[in-house]
């Protein structure tokens, strides 16, 4: 992809509230690297992201751009070099928890994204002003790419106004950046992986096994996510299979080696030509020099050994591992202490033993014979099973450590708004809710409405499981206010036209507005007063302690705008107002909303057929609740007090807008 093509596809694919890459986080990362090392089908893999972002966003993108930026997203993080996995891409895909290696790696790809997160880390509040955010990205790519990247992987969350940095990742990659060398993090990077790719889990193996890929291993201790930073910013590749072969193989002739060479230390013939040294004194620890460079502890072990060699000449070749392991010295270093010693002659040989030629006579240590022996057989039997663990390894296609719990993790996201209950909403005739009575009046002596209502009640009684009638969802939608304590107490209604139907859902209203609520009800301009004193009857009456918390707007205009006064003939003006109908309660991420064809009356609750849709999913709350603000704010002119409800004159009403 070109530059231009990845930045067409990263705006077709941004989101606005908040900003983000769609499709796209460290989960979604880990599956597209997943799909290409194992050669699956990388839209499939993708599917589960698609379907839980599908759900977080209320939205449905091409799944062509999605997989399009992911492949773009691999190759520009260096997780994979044409067709080749990196070394970078091996340890994402070798640990439980990649999550923190990708965002690492992401902003090690950046300077320009670490230089945004180390500013934000700079503020002083806990939100950051969008404008000053957007002042720290320059050019197209900046704004459209990393911008929303940065938000798609968790480290900022960006809000059309404002920008919320999450400190502890951003922290965490910072950390990440510090400069670690290729040469000490490429062996750091085998130790992770190649458990993954040879089913070696022995930890002095797989050092020896590193070693030999990459030379000596480094003393220093790094975080995963600065080894996978450093890996990824300069591209080291994963070798080839033939050459992971060939360091095990190498390694496990090697343990032959000292396999045979430990044995050999086991079996040590009797005579020896060890000779023993007379220097007129017993050799103490004060004739092993060496200032501070070796502890007292270790004097007094390398006198015991000398002692134990002069004891018993079986033991002129010394296993030189049982003093580098107690003095933590290098062999050389052991060489130079051992020199100085009166009447010590030795060398070290290229298989890792002290051969002694001489040693003093006298010596005043203790013989280490007992212990060193059990030395021996312990090396000798680890040896053995490295000798094993290299044999049973076998190279192979590294397989994703964590493909299935990042599904998983991916899903468990989610907020419970984002996954919640929709339900297709309806009204039609309900013989058994109306009532015998209502319905004999209906059906009266006609056949043929006899008929309709035997279907009917069949219909209701094996309707499928994803309807609700509107009576059911009204009363839910209340109840999620009078059950749960809402944040946002707020009961919104729009509806062009209501009757007595207020009338029976004006209890459930009352114990809302006793627990604080405010009702916004928006509803169509009608010039005709009964109307107005219907709605005054119904439910204005039945609260009249609480009509502090009630507000009436109508929202009615006319197609051209002139001054209009009662004594007008409405009929010869172009009118357009509320048509739509919705219920809302609480904010998006706790409330509901009820939208569909159905006025709040008899006729659309009982007998018209109506349809609509019930849900909690937190974006279509939002939307619905966005649409009727928007709305509201618009009919702000038109707002009904309840004083004015109460004396509303007999002749004809002009909306407040145009008298």
């Given at each position: 992809?070109?530059?231009?093509?990845?930045?067409d596809?990263?705006?077709?694919?941004r989101?606005?509230?908040?900003?983000?890459?769609?499709?796209?986080?460290?989960?979604?990362?880990?599956?597209a690297?997943?799909?290409?090392?194992?050669?699956?089908?990388?839209?499939?893999?993708?599917?589960?992201?698609?379907?839980?972002?599908?759900?977080?966003?209320?939205?449905?993108?091409?799944?062509?751009?999605?997989?399009?930026?992911?492949n773009?997203?691999?190759?520009?993080?260096?997780?994979?070099?044409?067709?080749?996995?990196?070394?970078?891409?091996?340890?994402?895909?070798?640990?439980?928890?990649?999550?923190?290696?990708v965002?690492?790696?992401?902003?090690?790809?950046?300077?320009?994204a670490?230089?945004?997160?180390?500013?934000?880390?700079?503020?002083?509040?806990?939100?950051?002003?969008?404008r000053?955010?957007?002042?720290?990205?320059?050019?197209d790519?900046?704004?459209?790419?990393?911008?929303?990247?940065?938000?798609?992987?968790?480290?900022?969350?960006?809000?059309?106004?404002?920008?919320?940095?999450?400190?502890?990742?951003?922290?965490?990659?910072?950390?990440?950046?510090?400069?670690?060398?290729?040469?000490?993090?490429?062996?750091?990077?085998?130790?992770?992986?190649?458990?993954?790719?040879?089913?070696?889990?022995?930890?002095?193996?797989?050092?020896?096994?590193?070693?030999?890929?990459?030379?000596?291993?480094?003393?220093?201790?790094?975080?995963?996510?600065?080894?996978?930073?450093?890996?990824?910013?300069?591209?080291?590749?994963?070798?080839?299979?033939?050459?992971?072969?060939?360091?095990?193989?190498?390694?496990?002739?090697?343990?032959?080696?000292?396999?045979?060479?430990?044995?050999?230390?086991?079996?040590?013939?009797?005579?020896?030509?060890?000779?023993?040294?007379?220097?007129?004194?017993?050799?103490?620890?004060?004739?092993?020099?060496?200032?501070?460079?070796?502890?007292?502890?270790?004097?007094?072990?390398?006198?015991?050994?000398?002692?134990?060699?002069?004891?018993?000449?079986?033991?002129?070749?010394?296993?030189?591992?049982?003093?580098?392991?107690?003095?933590?010295?290098?062999p050389?270093?052991?060489?130079?202490?051992?020199?100085?010693?009166?009447?010590?002659?030795?060398?070290?040989?290229?298989?890792?033993?002290?051969?002694?030629?001489?040693?003093?006579?006298?010596?005043?240590?203790?013989?280490l014979?007992?212990?060193?022996?059990?030395?021996?057989?312990?090396?000798?039997?680890?040896?053995?099973?490295?000798?094993?663990?290299?044999?049973?390894?076998?190279?192979?296609?590294?397989?994703?450590?964590?493909?299935?719990a990042?599904?998983?993790?991916?899903?468990?996201?989610?907020?419970?708004?984002?996954?919640?209950?929709?339900?297709?909403?309806?009204?039609?005739?309900?013989?058994?809710?109306?009532g015998?009575?209502?319905?004999?009046?209906?059906?009266?002596?006609?056949?043929?409405?006899?008929?309709?209502?035997?279907?009917?009640?069949?219909?209701?009684?094996?309707?499928?499981?994803?309807?609700?009638?509107?009576?059911?969802?009204?009363?839910?939608?209340?109840s999620?206010?009078?059950?749960?304590?809402?944040?946002?107490?707020?009961?919104?209604?729009?509806?062009?036209?209501?009757d007595?139907?207020?009338?029976?859902?004006?209890?459930?209203?009352?114990?809302?507005?006793?627990?604080?609520?405010?009702?916004?009800?928006?509803?169509?301009?009608?010039?005709?007063?009964?109307?107005?004193?219907?709605?005054?009857?119904?439910?204005?009456?039945?609260?009249?302690?609480?009509?502090?918390?009630?507000?009436?707007?109508?929202?009615s205009?006319?197609?051209?705008?002139?001054?209009?006064?009662?004594?007008?003939?409405?009929?010869?003006?172009?009118?357009?107002?509320?048509?739509?109908?919705?219920?809302?309660?609480?904010?998006?991420?706790?409330?509901?909303?009820?939208?569909?064809?159905?006025?709040?009356?008899?006729?659309?609750?009982?007998?018209?057929?109506?349809?609509?849709?019930?849900?909690?999913?937190?974006?279509?709350?939002?939307?619905?609740?966005?649409?009727?603000?928007?709305?509201?704010?618009?009919?702000?002119?038109?707002?009904?007090?309840?004083?004015?409800?109460q004396?509303?004159?007999?002749?004809?009403?002009?909306?407040?807008?145009?008298?």
């Open positions: 992809m070109t530059e231009n093509d990845v930045i596809t990263a705006r077709a694919l989101t606005r509230s908040p900003e983000r890459l769609w499709g796209v986080s460290p989960e979604s990362i880990y599956a690297l997943s799909a290409r090392v194992t050669e699956g089908c990388l839209e499939e893999r993708l599917s589960p992201h698609v379907r839980a972002e599908t759900l977080r966003t209320n939205d449905e993108r091409e799944s062509k751009q999605v997989t399009e930026i992911h773009w997203i691999l190759d520009e993080l260096n997780l994979i070099e044409g067709d080749q996995l990196t070394l970078a891409g091996a340890l994402v895909l070798s640990v439980d928890e990649p999550r923190p290696l965002r690492a790696i992401i902003v090690a790809s950046s300077r320009t670490e230089r945004v997160l180390r500013s934000s880390l700079g503020i002083d509040d806990e939100i950051l002003p969008r000053e955010f957007d002042s720290l990205l320059a050019g790519w900046e704004e459209t790419i990393l911008g929303p990247l940065l938000g798609s992987v968790g480290l900022v969350t960006i809000y059309p106004d404002s920008v919320e940095p999450h400190f502890e990742r951003i922290e965490l990659v910072l950390e990440a950046q510090r400069e670690v060398s290729t040469e000490s993090a490429t062996p750091e990077g085998y130790l992770h992986v190649l458990p993954q790719l040879a089913g070696i889990e022995d930890s002095d193996c797989l050092e020896a096994v590193a070693e030999r890929l990459v030379g000596e291993l480094s003393n220093d201790t790094f975080s995963l996510e600065s080894v996978a930073a450093s890996l990824a910013d300069n591209a080291v590749l994963l070798p080839d299979t033939s050459e992971l072969e060939d360091a095990i193989e190498e390694q496990h002739d090697e343990y032959e080696r000292q396999f045979e060479t430990v044995r050999s230390l086991l079996a040590a013939p009797v005579e020896t030509e060890l000779s023993q040294v007379d220097v007129g004194r017993r050799v103490s620890e004060s004739d092993i020099r060496g200032g501070t460079e070796i502890s007292e502890a270790g004097r007094e072990d390398l006198l015991n050994v000398i002692a134990t060699v002069s004891s018993d000449s079986r033991f002129a070749n010394f296993d030189l591992s049982f003093l580098t392991d107690r003095l933590e010295s290098t050389y270093e052991l060489y130079q202490l051992l020199s100085q010693v009166p009447g010590v002659d030795c060398e070290i040989s290229d298989n890792g033993v002290i051969e002694f030629a001489t040693v003093p006579a006298q010596v005043a240590g203790s013989s014979q007992e212990e060193y022996t059990t030395h021996l057989v312990d090396r000798c039997a680890a040896v053995k099973r490295r000798m094993n663990v290299l044999s049973q390894a076998s190279v192979t296609a590294l397989s994703p450590v964590a493909t299935d990042i599904v998983a993790q991916d899903y468990d996201s989610l907020s419970d708004g984002d996954v919640a209950p929709a339900y297709f909403t309806y009204t039609l005739v309900d013989p058994d809710a109306l015998e009575k209502k319905m004999d009046d209906y059906v009266g002596n006609s056949r043929g409405l006899g008929r309709e209502r035997a279907r009917l009640r069949r219909w209701h009684e094996n309707q499928p499981a994803g309807m609700r009638s509107y009576t059911a969802m009204t009363d839910r939608l209340f999620l206010g009078l059950e749960r304590d809402l944040d946002d107490k707020v009961l919104r209604i729009m509806t062009p036209f209501d007595d139907t207020f009338n029976e859902y004006v209890s459930q209203i009352r114990r809302l507005l006793n627990q604080g609520f405010e009702l916004r009800l928006l509803t169509r301009h009608t010039k005709e007063p009964w109307e107005w004193r219907r709605l005054q009857q119904n439910l204005l009456s039945e609260i009249k302690q609480h009509r502090d918390q009630i507000t009436i707007r109508s929202y205009r006319f197609k051209q705008h002139q001054r209009v006064t009662p004594d007008m003939d409405f009929r010869d003006l172009g009118e357009f107002g509320i048509h739509g109908k919705v219920q809302t309660i609480g904010r998006p991420e706790e409330g509901a909303a009820l939208l569909g064809s159905a006025n709040f009356m008899e006729n659309s609750y009982d007998w018209n057929p109506e349809c609509g849709v019930y849900t909690e999913r937190t974006q279509f709350v939002d939307a619905a609740i966005n649409f009727f603000d928007i709305v509201w704010d618009l009919a702000e002119s038109d707002e009904l007090s309840t004083e004015r409800l004396e509303v004159p007999n002749h004809q009403l002009v909306p407040t807008y145009y008298s």
